[in-house]
């Protein structure tokens, strides 16, 4: 067995160029683990945002479906909601129509958030619901 490994030319290499990753490999590896990382504490908090949102909206929905509801109930309804989950969005980002058999909620919006330098991260959220009568 001893014979076997003293005539294989991988073992006769020294163990220097045995010795794995190098010092400018590591930081290679680093630094895209730092930008990856980075990216995700940035964008992490504006989606969980975004399922708060959704989440507020679905409710809506299940709770005021069914119910001679109007425009002004709904957006009271709403206000509650993001108060009681802590969510901030301007008014103007919300619009309530008129749709075929109820009223159409609709969020849409933009949330951005500074990466490095001038470069943004930014993250549009759309979601839409019909809170039938």
Avoid: C
């Amino acid at each position: 067995m001893e014979s076997d490994r003293q005539g294989n030319p991988m073992t006769m290499r020294s163990r220097s160029q045995q010795a794995g990753i190098t010092v400018i490999g590591f930081l290679i590896l680093a630094t895209l683990f730092g930008v990856v990382g980075l990216a995700a504490i940035k964008v992490v908090p504006m989606y969980l945002q975004n399922m708060r949102l959704s989440t507020v909206l679905d409710d809506v929905d299940k709770e005021l479906s069914g119910t001679s509801t109007t425009p002004e109930a709904i957006q009271r309804e709403l206000q509650r909601r993001f108060d009681v989950d802590y969510v901030q969005l301007p008014p103007e980002n919300i619009r309530i129509s008129q749709g075929r058999n109820g009223y159409q909620v609709r969020i849409q919006y933009e949330n951005r958030a500074p990466y490095v330098a001038d470069i943004w991260l930014m993250v549009a959220f759309d979601k839409q619901v019909e809170i039938e009568r």
